[in-house]
């Protein structure tokens, strides 16, 4: 960014501590981007006309007489058609190669839609992966957390669902990826010849921690444009919301901030309804549906980051590991989408409903069957084929790497229903039996 003739300029900083510095200054705006001895800083603090700047990069180094120049506004994004297929850093400087976007200047971290614009969200994003499809099927519109240890492929799955959601635009916003994490996303994208519809802004574990406070707006930001300005269904993907509020506690600890529980700040509550509350369905047919990573520790959702984001979103999608197959599945028991019954049997089949009760209903007679087994109990010939069941139910409906249609997942199911139980053990409507049922 280039010092331009209205911008302010100070030499003598009152204060400074490991992420912040301080200042008396004038005509200074909340979130108003500055340098501070050439490193990039925001501002973070107005207290009458001291001003406490946020510096990206740390303050090691920096003397009391830096020279520190205001912009004169917030983080901005060029936007216009010229985002797509593009790679964008936190402050939306390409890191692609290739040229500078040209397009009219938005400020970023905004206010969410105003309410009376909304519409309850009514359209399907199908996704190709039957764990949420079939189970906790995603409504545009809708935001919606995925937990995951951080040992488990949950990057996988964000570019699985970002190469097969019927969406027009996929945006993701990617915090603290180590190297491989970004090249292979860049490389699967690529290789799927999907980039013409997915935009992404990165921050890598080799860039400041607390550039990533960006991203998440940055992202939002495109997302907007596409949805309001172009009617158009946009999914966000964002990859990892526990690392975004963690470099939220760096700068509130540099602060001297008292911090909350575990470690975290106070507002960390507000500062996760600002991102997800961007979700929207739009009158006009644009929406903005949000699904953000967030990992555990060892499956924890009691830490404060999980625990204030179920509060935020509409159900949850959890990620675990089968250890009868060894699959990473989409858990049935702990997932849910509070808004799946906005499609399911009127966007999507008519016995998608019953269908998908049964199977989780028989999945669960298999794990009380494999608690049966495992304190000694015998098992009945019922118990045998609902722990049959699951293995196939896991292996072929809800492991992540099934990449299947709907009715697909449906058709499935009523095989396995048709291979291991008798009718009247299914509890689904006769006429639904009758017509699916062992259907060639």
């Not at 209205?6 to 005509?27: N, P």
């Not at 901005?76 to 790679?87: D, I, K, T, W, Y």
């Not at 507000?270 to 509350?277: F, G, R, V």
């Not at 089949?349 to 069957?369: P, T």
């Amino acid at each position: 960014m280039t010092t331009k003739a209205f911008q302010r300029i100070y030499t003598e900083l009152t204060a400074i501590t490991k992420a912040t510095v301080s200042l008396k200054a004038q005509g200074v705006s909340n979130d108003e981007l500055a340098t501070v001895d050439g490193r990039l800083a925001q501002v973070v603090k107005i207290k009458g006309d001291l001003i406490t700047l946020q510096v990206f990069k740390g303050t090691e180094g920096i003397p009391t007489n830096s020279e520190v120049i205001f912009f004169g506004e917030p983080p901005v994004l060029n936007v216009s058609e010229q985002l797509a297929g593009r790679f964008f850093n936190a402050y939306g400087d390409p890191i692609d190669g290739g040229p500078k976007v040209e397009g009219e200047r938005r400020e970023i971290g905004g206010p969410s839609v105003n309410p009376y614009k909304r519409m309850m969200p009514s359209e399907l994003i199908p996704t190709g992966i039957a764990g949420i499809d079939l189970n906790n099927t995603l409504v545009s519109g809708q935001k919606i957390p995925f937990f995951a240890n951080s040992d488990q492929p949950y990057n996988q799955v964000m570019a699985n669902v970002a190469l097969r959601a019927d969406v027009d635009k996929i945006i993701l916003g990617g915090m603290g990826l180590t190297n491989d994490d970004y090249l292979y996303f860049k490389q699967a994208f690529e290789n799927a010849g999907a980039l013409n519809k997915i935009i992404s802004f990165i921050n890598t574990t080799e860039q400041p921690p607390v550039e990533r406070l960006l991203i998440p707006d940055m992202a939002l930001a495109a997302a907007e444009y596409f949805a309001v300005d172009k009617n158009e269904k946009v999914l966000v993907l964002l990859t990892d919301m526990t690392l975004y509020a963690d470099a939220l506690s760096i700068v509130s600890n540099r602060m001297d901030q008292i911090p909350s529980k575990d470690s975290m700040p106070g507002s960390l509550y507000s500062d996760l309804a600002k991102i997800y509350e961007k979700a929207v369905q739009l009158p006009a047919g644009g929406s903005i549906t949000i699904i953000a990573v967030t990992t555990l520790n060892d499956g924890d959702i009691t830490h404060a980051i999980p625990d204030n984001t179920g509060y935020i979103t509409e159900g949850q999608l959890y990620l675990r590991t089968d250890s009868d197959t060894g699959k990473v599945i989409i858990d049935p028991f702990r997932s849910l989408s509070r808004l799946k019954q906005h499609v399911i049997g009127k966007k999507t089949r008519e016995d998608h409903g019953q269908v998908m009760n049964a199977g989780v209903r028989l999945y669960a007679d298999a794990a009380n069957a494999k608690t049966k087994l495992e304190n000694g109990f015998d098992l009945s010939d019922y118990d045998l084929r609902c722990l049959d069941y699951a293995k196939d139910y896991s292996t072929r409906l809800l492991a992540i790497d099934v990449n299947i249609k709907i009715d697909q997942m449906l058709d499935t199911a009523w095989e396995l229903f048709g291979k291991y139980f008798k009718p009247e053990e299914l509890g689904i409507k006769q006429e639904l039996m009758e017509k699916y049922l062992n259907r060639k």
